[in-house]
């Protein structure tokens, strides 16, 4: 082509990226690799190859591991993290610094192996993914150093097994190990089957670096690699990948003890309002739904358009799709390179061929006739209810709907299982701060799409998972409170026998939707205590666990009460309670026949004012990320939490829990104290008379165990905590996979109430929103 005819057309002229140093490095490697195992690559074994999804080729063979090489994996980090952590975090620092600079130095490498093994466009690879991996390292690298100082009251966990996707292999490596290493705990980690090469050239680093032996250990293989991790002996897991398997994950570690983090699957809503600038917000979605073919959880893949533009709108993104361009992911001019894997391009093809609604739009253009490669497509006209508007196609394909008002927008936004991403395009600030909070949705982006950075934390919530990747809150969740807990010891009800002193006894309702309640089953037990025969309290079943939930997402509306008015009603609470502290400690000594009852009152009115203190000041914050703009970390209450109380603290336990989840506008369904409930049943003419609204505190009594699967597995419950002498965590974790809510279980240990925990209560009852605001001309 001459220059003429290019300036005439203005076509892209091919821009090759050479593969000769990437290739030249497998072939130092023997193109053969066993597993990163105690700080050596161990002898290759039985395995499977790695292809170059645009071309077909092999690029190298990896080994299969065996439950023998994670044993080994699992045992080189055990052995090595006592040694990691103590070294400090100003010692780990310095790897983590010198891992982040070896990146730097070898990005380009890094960059092209990652296009060949995984088939993205080159330019996605050296511009996104291997900066914002060295990215995580620097930051944590600074967390680290900092970690003494800021986080002196935790510890590691201990030994992580961490399960990586294939869209993003290098940087989900650091999102997972660079936390890791800043608090001291060692890693074993599977990257994913098709896309493992670069974990392997990550482990080449991490020996340049002088990383200690066992600190870091990475192996290789299929699914069932990915299950012998999460069945060995180790602290905690974290996962990224789709929700199915993140929910067996979730029921596979119930129970364990394990901590788990889950970042899965999306259907993020792309809102685009009439007054949007058009033309931006187009090239907004190019990037939203065909960057990296689509293979992204949080790409914006159900797009929503506003009436009274769609035609424009549609018109304009047609002709931006014809314009991409489509071939091979090492020319530097390429737009959208190769699905990953002919298996994944298969499941693409399926769900589309299967749909029958709407209108399609495919870019008409030659595709490579090798490679796994398919078409950007644009269908229009879909329902809610279509199973393409609600099911994760993760491929380069864009389903759209319309809306007429911003409150249309945000009914069908929120209309899907998912809660990962959303996107939302206006020039009129006042409605994008509006809009944004009432998203459910852990991301959100303001004229913008898929910023990422280390400073703010990544991840959803409902179907898509629960922790997040990046920032305080993703490394707090490599850590835990110094010290050993003590175990569980259960704590039995006194019995007794015979008639109580005065036949006139008062009846003990539960307590649901702000009026007293019998339980649904017709059965009540008696209450003793060393005196006699104090009183007879309902047996809750299933149908009161559903009276209770249903009465609580009723009341919604307190989660948007400000956090003035919440902590004003929590001091009213303690100013009645406080009122009537004789009364409520002679019960409690009544009931447990100890003499502990009028200080553990004194401390309930305590936790009660500390979580009206907090109500109005457990702020969120502006994360400095590297934009013209900011990150808005909000901090929104989880929902509707299910608890079941403490059963040797009958006041304490439950105004523990239910104060600071009711500080962040949180709904609570509270199963009291099993042995001892009358304080709670006592407690409940306190919330009566303390302009508490109805259906915020729910109070059911009965057999935890009875209580326990209902709450875990009602859909409309958002999490669930255990402090009860039963242990049963593993039943709730279980039952929770369901919907994936967040649980708190105490797995067998106690928790000592007289300590104040309303930081760790806070956080639990929170999630993080993050709001990118961009802004400028």
């Known amino acids: 082509m001459s220059v003429k005819e290019i300036f005439e057309t203005m076509d892209y002229g091919p821009a090759p990226e050479s593969a000769a140093e990437a290739l030249a490095w497998l072939v130092d490697q023997g193109d053969r690799f066993g597993h990163f195992i105690n700080g050596a690559f161990t002898t290759p074994g039985e395995g499977f190859d790695s292809r170059n999804p645009a071309t077909g080729e092999v690029l190298a063979t990896l080994s299969q591991a065996t439950q023998g090489d994670v044993d080994a994996a699992v045992a080189a980090a055990r052995s090595a993290q006592p040694k990691w952590e103590q070294l400090g975090g100003a010692g780990r620092a310095r790897y983590l610094y010198a891992i982040a600079r070896l990146l730097q130095k070898h990005s380009r490498l890094f960059a092209v192996l990652e296009s060949l093994d995984n088939g993205k466009p080159i330019r996605e690879s050296r511009d996104i993914d291997i900066p914002l991996a060295q990215r995580h390292f620097y930051y944590h690298a600074g967390m680290a150093q900092l970690k003494d100082s800021e986080l002196p009251e935790a510890q590691a966990l201990g030994v992580c097994g961490q399960i990586i996707p294939w869209n993003f292999p290098l940087l989900m490596l650091a999102w997972k190990i660079a936390p890791a290493l800043a608090m001291g705990n060692t890693v074993v980690l599977k990257p994913a089957e098709y896309t493992s090469l670069t974990a392997m050239l990550f482990a080449d680093i991490c020996q340049q670096a002088g990383v200690p032996k066992g600190v870091v250990n990475i192996v290789t293989g299929d699914g069932a690699v990915g299950e012998m991790i999460v069945a060995a002996e180790v602290d905690k897991i974290a996962f990224t990948g789709s929700t199915a398997v993140g929910r067996r994950i979730r029921e596979a570690t119930a129970g364990s003890g394990k901590e788990l983090t889950l970042e899965l699957g999306g259907k993020s809503a792309y809102v685009v309002f009439d007054d949007a600038d058009i033309d931006s917000a187009i090239e907004g979605l190019v990037d939203a739904i065909w960057f990296n073919q689509g293979q992204v959880c949080c790409a914006g893949s159900r797009l929503l358009v506003q009436e009274g533009i769609t035609d424009r709108f549609y018109d304009k993104l047609r002709a931006r799709m014809d314009g991409l361009r489509i071939g091979n992911p090492l020319d530097k001019c390429i737009d959208v390179g190769a699905v990953v894997d002919p298996v994944q391009l298969q499941t693409i093809q399926t769900m589309v061929e299967n749909n029958t609604a709407g209108e399609m739009h495919q870019v008409s253009c030659v595709l490579p006739e090798n490679g796994c490669y398919y078409p950007p497509t644009l269908i229009t006209g879909l329902e809610t ?20 008002t911003p409150a249309e927008a945000v009914e069908l936004a929120n209309n899907t299982r998912y809660g990962l991403a959303a996107t939302v395009w206006t020039e009129n600030v006042n409605l994008a701060l509006d809009i944004a909070p009432k998203l459910v949705a852990g991301v959100v982006w303001i004229n913008a799409t898929n910023l990422f950075d280390a400073a703010a934390g990544f991840g959803g919530v409902r179907e898509s998972g629960f922790g997040r990747e990046g920032g305080w809150e993703g490394l707090t969740a490599y850590t835990k409170p110094k010290g050993t807990p003590k175990a569980l010891a259960p704590v039995e009800a006194v019995s007794g026998e015979g008639a109580p002193h005065d036949p006139l006894d008062r009846t003990a309702k539960m307590y649901v939707g702000g009026k007293q309640a019998r339980p649904d089953s017709g059965y009540s037990r008696a209450i003793w205590g060393k005196s006699g025969l104090l009183g007879h309290v309902g047996l809750g079943s299933r149908k009161d666990v559903r009276n209770a939930v249903e009465a609580a997402a009723g009341a919604k509306g307190w989660a948007k009460a400000t956090g003035h008015l919440r902590a004003q009603i929590l001091y009213y609470i303690g100013e009645n309670l406080s009122a009537r502290a004789d009364e409520f400690a002679h019960r409690i000594d009544a009931m447990t026949g100890k003499k502990g009852g009028a200080k553990e009152v004194e401390t309930s009115i305590q936790r009660l004012f500390s979580a009206a203190a907090w109500a109005d000041k457990y702020d969120g914050q502006v994360h400095g990320v590297p934009i013209r703009g900011v990150a808005l970390a909000m901090k929104e209450p989880n929902g509707v939490i299910g608890a079941l109380c403490a059963d040797e603290a009958p006041l304490l336990g439950l105004v523990s829990v239910m104060a600071p989840a009711i500080a962040m506008g949180n709904r609570v369904v509270l199963a009291a104290s099993e042995p001892y409930p009358l304080a ?64 708190w279980v105490n797995n067998a240990t106690a928790t000592d109430w007289s300590v104040d925990h309303s930081k760790r209560f806070l956080q639990a009852a929170t999630e993080i929103k993050n709001i990118w605001v961009p802004y400028g001309e």
């Not at 109070?699 to 875990?712: R, S």
């Open 680 to 743: 709670a049943t006592d407690f409940y003419q306190i919330l009566e008379t303390s302009d508490v609204p109805a259906g915020v505190v729910n109070i059911l009594t009965g057999v935890h165990a009875d209580l326990a699967k209902p709450l875990a597995s009602h859909l409309n419950v958002d999490a669930v905590w255990s402090f009860s002498s039963t242990d049963l965590s593993a039943q709730i974790e279980k039952a929770a996979a369901g919907n994936l809510k967040r649980t």
């Open 385 to 404: 209810s279509d199973p393409l508007m609600q099911e994760e196609i993760f491929g380069p394909v864009l389903v759209a709907s319309t809306f007429r």
